[in-house]
């Protein structure tokens, strides 16, 4: 063989070397498998897949439908507010109808604190439509024909705690659901597989400080311990069920360490649960917005004693405070028209049963001298209504002052 046939051969050896290592022919090194794809929420840390999946369901379902069930048991049967509706997570947008079952034999104290009281007509609405937005939350009372539309920035006319605040949600746009508090929850314990998994948590008592509205929290906060403090409870036990995903469909709280508060309108209730469901995450559709008649509540709710004489209200405004009305045209249904706002001049404080006398004697007076088509429209005939100022609304004016009104049939439109 020549020496440039060697050199042929050589090189023919080299090559086919590699090219069995290049193809893996010839018992070559295998190839480098890649990595397995990490879960993000099954591949994290227990305690806090919980919040995770929060995380997830927010940023990677888009949209989804809901409903949940707040539930109270006690001796005198079982009440149960229902929300349903679709929430919109990538719009910041949710729609929601609201609806309570309380039983007849409750309390009527306890009545008033989940359905609010209307004048002349004992407990609100127990059911309403609302919805939210990132500008506005719209409200609309299951016997109104019409909405009312509150912006962040308008007054807060009412003493008492917002019942409408706590829709504005944080975690959801709909507020007052257990997506709220999930964000302080922490797993302990899990079942399942990469099919889904469902989680035995705890939820603290500060996580669930935003699931019910503030006038029902203070029936159920812990011990005042003084300076606004209180002593804060055991966490609440959660459970709380994860799709393949890693998005949330399903959780249940048991808030029954809520209960026990000393005095406390909600005394005879011994279980508070509350239970959401999501579904159809990421093909609900978008929230829609309210049809029909869209009020603003910046000029539309008031105190009565702001309604002049002949207006008309609705007494339904969201905010269950027996005080605080809708001024709306007497051509719509209403709930009363105003008749006169007697004042009592700069006199200090009388006392709680002189304040309501001198109310009832000028709201007498007013009724006589009203114009027969503001008394006549009255739901019984020859009946009329009248407020009197409290001791902080008088000294707060620096004077007295009443409402006197009567009480309309429901349906009643007269110019």
Known sequence: MTRRALHRATALAVAALLLTACTGNGGGPAPTSAPPVKHPVFGEKLDRQVFLALRRTQKTGGNARFTQTLTLESKKGTAVQTVSGRLDFTRGAGEASIRWQVPEAYPEDVKDLLLGRAPGRGQGDASARLYVDGQHLTFRAGSSDYWLRYAPSDPDVSRAPGALDHLRGTEGPVGGTLLEGLGGTEAVSVSGGAAGRTYRAEMTSTASSALLPDDVEGELAGEDLGFGLYREKKPYPVTVTVDDHGMITHARADLSRLLGKKGSLLRD?????????LSRIGSSGPATTPQGTVL????????????????????????????????IPCSRTHDGRVLAQPVFGGRAYPGAAAAENQARDACARAYDRAPGRWTEEADEPGTHWFMWADERTWRQDGRGKAACYVVTPKGAARS
């Open 269 to 277: 209730v011994t279980a508070l649960r509350m239970e959401l469901t």
């Open 296 to 327: 603003p509540a910046a000029t539309t709710v008031k105190p009565l004693w702001g309604v002049g004489p002949g207006r008309c209200v609705d007494f339904t405004t969201g905010q269950q405070d027996i005080e605080i009305v809708a001024e």
